[in-house]
């Protein structure tokens, strides 16, 4: 028998809302996770993808990250992962700094023996890169065999990746596929194979309704998917259809009825009342306790046409308009490294002259070829779920927001998963440093180092 804790999405490092609370909050459930598996006495953890929310973590949060996973290693639980799309690199990734240490194993191709178990990994592979796969693993000996993937997999909602070719064209067959990259948990089943999402650690998104929380896998003469929750912040959401007269007074009654006291709370307004300053909303809520709060104003403007519009993060609109525009993966990624990469602006010139002629020397022809305007994915819509309007949808909302928005110069908490998924090369093992780059709070990325 062997026994699997299937986390992933932790999302390690992502500062949600602008608040340093929020950062802490996504290290805090990862470390409970470990805990569990720890007490539980698993077998393994299987890290399903996006150990981190930006490939250029802070030095804090992969010092935070090697603390969580000594416990692991001081338990003699393996920690077994994979490279999701929102943390991937061209060149080493941190999973590899990790197995250097000593704390982790990068899956892939080969099984890692588990007891009587196979586990094998397939890191994030890129659309365009998918059709050319080769599902040929390395056979095994053992009982039973589990792939550890990362991507949006059909047969469930919002699947652009369809696991039934992962079954029929690989030469091993797998008892369960434990995926990562959808943040909700969802369990279904193809002929005798299971397939299974844990879900996130914590809310990268008000959208995230359901609690958090990780998988218990069993492989014995059958296997086993059980789900096990986790405690976090506390979101309170607070949707209301006003009615005519009423206005601030109201939302504030309704408010008032909720523990709000360090929680994230979530405004939605609707209906015909009074125009609402979503700032006094904002307020109001931080003098009764709440850690942060965002008001999203579903509402026409008023008749004279004033309206206040923002975004709980701009970086988002513009790779929604990148996302767009149908450009090449080339285009796309030197995007990156101009608009939102960490690299100094004194060094930006060289490093997109060194990037072109690594695509050149490398005949990489597909990534100079444009693609299609992406469709809004399950992916897009968790991540811009933050920003209470679009381009096209004017809606009222927080005029607080838009001045932290505005006054936020770092974009390291900008939500990675806006960025195409072409831009992440996850099947790069190449052993080359990572360049010198810095983290975001003033602190040198771990990059500096290695």
């Known amino acids: 028998m062997t026994r699997l804790l299937h986390t992933g999405d932790t999302h390690l490092g992502y500062q949600q809302y602008h608040v340093p609370e929020r950062r802490a909050d996504f290290l805090d459930a990862f470390r409970q996770v470990v805990e ?5 006495d698993v077998d393994a953890v299987v890290h399903a993808g996006d150990l981190f929310h930006d490939r250029r973590p802070t030095l804090s949060d992969i010092l935070g990250t090697i603390d969580v996973l000594r416990t692991l290693d001081g338990a003699g639980i393996p ?6 799309n929102h943390e991937a690199k061209r060149d080493g990734q941190w ?23 196979a586990v094998y990994g397939l890191d994030f592979v890129p659309r365009s890169r998918r059709s050319a796969l080769d599902y040929e693993f390395e056979p095994h000996d053992a009982d039973h065999a589990t792939l550890v993937a990362h991507g949006l997999f059909e047969p469930f909602d919002l699947g652009e990746w369809d696991a039934r070719k992962i079954i029929e064209e690989s030469n091993v067959a797998f008892d369960a596929l434990l995926f990562g990259d959808n943040h909700d948990p969802g369990t279904k089943q193809i002929e005798d194979t299971w397939l ?3 879900g996130s650690t914590e809310r990268a998104s008000a959208d995230e309704r359901e609690d958090r929380g990780y998988n218990l896998i069993t492989f014995e003469d059958e296997v086993t998917i059980s789900r096990r929750g986790i405690d976090t912040r506390e979101f309170v959401f607070v949707e209301m259809d006003l009615a005519e007269h009423e206005g601030v007074e ?29 700032a006094r909303i904002e307020e109001y809520a931080s003098d009764a306790g709440a850690l942060v709060a965002r008001v999203t104003d579903h509402r026409e403007g008023s008749d004279d046409g004033e309206m206040s519009v923002s975004f709980a993060d701009p970086d988002d609109a513009v790779r929604e308009r990148v996302r767009e525009l149908g450009l090449s993966e080339a285009a796309r990624d030197l995007d990156e490294t101009i608009r939102a990469s960490k690299v100094a602006d004194s060094n930006v010139a060289d490093e997109v002259q060194s990037r072109v002629a690594t695509l050149l020397e490398e005949g990489d022809a597909d990534a100079f070829e ?30 607080t927001t838009d001045e932290a928005a505005v006054s936020e110069t770092d974009t390291a908490d900008a939500d990675p998963s806006d960025v195409d998924a072409d831009d992440q090369e996850s099947d790069d093992r190449s052993s080359t440093p990572p360049d010198p780059g810095r983290g975001d709070d003033g602190q040198a990325s771990m990059e500096e180092y290695f």
């Open 250 to 278: 109201a939302v504030h009654e309704r408010i008032s009825q909720h523990d709000v006291d360090g929680a994230v709370v979530i405004v939605h307004l609707d209906g015909e009342g009074e125009p609402i300053p979503p």
């Open 196 to 198: 299974t999402y844990c």
């Open 79 to 84: 920690f077994l992962a994979i490279v999701g």
């Open 95 to 117: 999973l590899d700094l990790f197995e250097s240490l000593g704390l982790a194993t990068r899956l892939g191709m080969e099984p890692t023996i588990v007891e009587d178990t």
């Open 370 to 399: 444009s693609s299609p305007a992406d469709a809004p994915t399950e992916e897009t819509s968790t991540s811009m779920s933050e920003s209470p309007v679009d381009s096209t949808d004017a809606e009222q909302t927080s005029e």
């Open 36 to 40: 569990d598996a720890v007490e539980a």
